[in-house]
């Protein structure tokens, strides 16, 4: 199971971290990745941390201005958002690939899914 929070409202500019909280033993052999889905758009990829914690990955829309990080000791992955923009709105989730799977940048491919957190920012 898979429990995201820290969404909120924020201006453009402000930052924001969602965390995404895990149940179960075996969360440090899950690559985790964080999505996020606008009203009328498709799901679109963010980032993925591999289960190491060794491999990151980003969207080039985010690259630079937000960081995914993760602790295994609380089976938690977070998402840091700095220089929000409009754009960035959406409803924000966190997602598991399969069991020692590497990193995808599609939706598909993740077996495991949050509730999600809604992040609007205003103008």
């Known amino acids: 199971q898979l429990v995201e929070s820290g969404g909120g409202l924020v201006q453009a500019g402000g930052s924001l971290r969602l965390s995404c909280a895990a149940s179960?033993?075996?969360?440090?052999?899950?690559?985790m990745g964080w999505f996020r889905q606008a009203p009328g758009k498709e799901r679109e990829f963010v980032a993925y941390?591999?289960?190491?914690?060794?491999?990151?990955y980003y969207a080039d829309s985010v690259k630079g201005r937000f960081t995914i990080s993760r602790d295994n000791a609380k089976n938690t992955v977070y998402l840091q958002m700095n220089s929000l923009k409009p754009e960035d709105t959406a409803v924000y989730y966190c997602?598991?690939?399969?069991?020692?799977?590497?990193?995808?940048?599609?939706?598909?491919?993740?077996?495991?899914w949050g509730q999600g957190t809604q992040v609007t920012v205003s103008s």
């Open positions: 997602a598991a690939r399969p069991q020692f799977a590497s990193g995808s940048r599609y939706y598909t491919e993740y077996d495991y």
């Open positions: 179960g033993r075996t969360f440090s052999s899950y690559t």
């Open positions: 941390i591999s289960w190491s914690g060794g491999s990151t």
